[in-house]
T-cell receptor, first 108, second 110 residues
Framework: SQQGEEDPQALSIQEGENATMNCSYK?????LQWYRQNSGRGLVHLIL?????REKHSGRLRVTLDTSKKSSSLLITASRAADTASYFC????????FGQGTTLQVKP | IAGITQAPTSQILAAGRRMTLRCTQD?????MYWYRQDLGLGLRLIHY???????GKGEVPDGYSVSRANTDDFPLTLASAVPSQTSVYFC?????????FGSGTQLSVL
């Protein structure tokens, strides 16, 4: 079974809007990571949040972590067409296990 | 070479044939992984290697084998390909925290 599960499975927004996607996981973690995958390409690491952090920023990305609810959210502000991609959360359980991802479409 | 290189980028294979997907990294990472990605199923771990000379089974290891003779190379072999192994295969290496992915191999088994 997957350790990370993203929600929603698909999201479509207009350029300039914010996009929020969520991730739930099952076991205790040391950190949680978000990756992006452009169509047909390998995943690219976006941001890592440690279990003792509640929020982390990187450019237009904001990640939150709630260890009591075993959930994380990724917020992309002021979205651009180039943000169109699939986004995955991953939690290290000895070996990194990925969820099925959220497919984000940003319309120009 | 910069990062992780996979070869071939795509392959059409007859069922029953043997195939080796190649993966090479130049970052001197100890850990390497093979994933397959299928629509609706996300990324699933096939095999991994924490260091040269050791390998381990992931979620879906059946029908696949790996070897890790040195730090840089981590080939994935399908001994006798079946149509259910049609997928996109990604190799990755790790700096103990984050994964770095190759561009993938699109494999079709007919």
């Amino acid at each position: 079974s997957q350790q990370g599960e993203e929600d929603p499975q698909a999201l479509s927004i207009q350029e300039g809007e914010n996009a929020t996607m969520n991730c739930s996981y099952k076991t205790s973690i040391n950190n949680l990571q978000w990756y992006r995958q452009n169509s047909g390409r390998g995943l690219v690491h976006l941001i890592l949040i440690r279990s003792n952090e509640r929020e982390k920023h990187s450019g237009r990305l904001r990640v939150t972590l709630d260890t009591s609810k075993k959930s994380s959210s990724l917020l992309i502000t002021a979205s651009r067409a180039a943000d169109t991609a699939s986004y995955f959360c991953a939690t290290p359980t000895g070996k990194l296990i990925f969820g099925q991802g959220t497919t984000l479409q940003v319309k120009p | 070479i910069a990062g992780i290189t996979q070869a071939p980028t795509s392959q059409i294979l007859a069922a029953g044939r043997r195939m080796t997907l190649r993966c090479t990294q130049d970052m001197r990472h100890n850990a390497m992984y093979w994933y397959r990605q299928d629509l609706g199923l996300g990324l699933r771990l096939i095999h991994y290697s924490n260091t040269a000379g050791t390998t381990g089974k992931g979620e879906v290891p059946d029908g696949y084998s790996v070897s890790r003779a040195n730090t840089d190379d981590f080939p994935l072999t399908l001994a006798s390909a079946v149509p259910s192994q049609t997928s996109v295969y990604f190799c990755a290496s790790s700096d103990l925290l984050c994964l770095f992915f190759g561009s993938g191999t699109q494999l079709s088994v007919l």
